[in-house]
């Protein structure tokens, strides 16, 4: 009897697939992550604070490289199923490594303090989710 082959899994192969698939994909669809952070503040943080809160993080637009927009605003959704989280901002980037730019950023780091400050429980009133979307 001869040796058998070396032990292969198709599960590699489909995983060396997908990762091609993925960067063939971004480049036709120019996908970019969209960092969707949702936030419960305090009930004494005024309308006028959060205000404050998220021009100092919209300012990081066109500051930070492959930040392209940020948009803020309240949960307006009717299903009641926000969790607490009723308020929060999306923010758009080219690539994972202008959300790596982005995370590092001292003028980021200080805009989140002034958030995490305002929420009830600190980080704990914090949930942040990233993914791809077309652009």
């Not at 032990?7 to 192969?13: D, G, T």
């Not at 923010?91 to 009830?120: F, S, T």
């Amino acid at each position: 009897m001869g040796s058998n082959p070396p032990f292969f899994s198709p599960w590699e192969k489909v995983h060396e697939g997908r990762a091609r698939d993925q960067e063939f994909i971004r480049g036709i669809l120019q996908l970019i992550i969209r960092h969707c952070v949702f936030a419960k503040f305090r009930p004494e943080i005024t309308p006028e604070q959060k205000a404050e809160i998220y021009s100092g993080l919209g300012a990081l637009v066109g500051r930070i490289e492959g930040l392209l927009r940020a948009d803020f605003g309240p949960n307006i959704s009717p299903e009641g199923r926000s969790g607490g989280f009723e308020d929060g901002f999306i923010m758009d980037l080219v690539d994972q490594a202008a959300v790596d730019r982005y995370l590092a950023d001292p003028d980021h780091k200080a805009a989140g303090a002034r958030l995490v400050a305002a929420l009830e429980g600190g980080p704990e009133g914090l949930m942040i989710f990233d993914m791809e979307v077309s652009g």
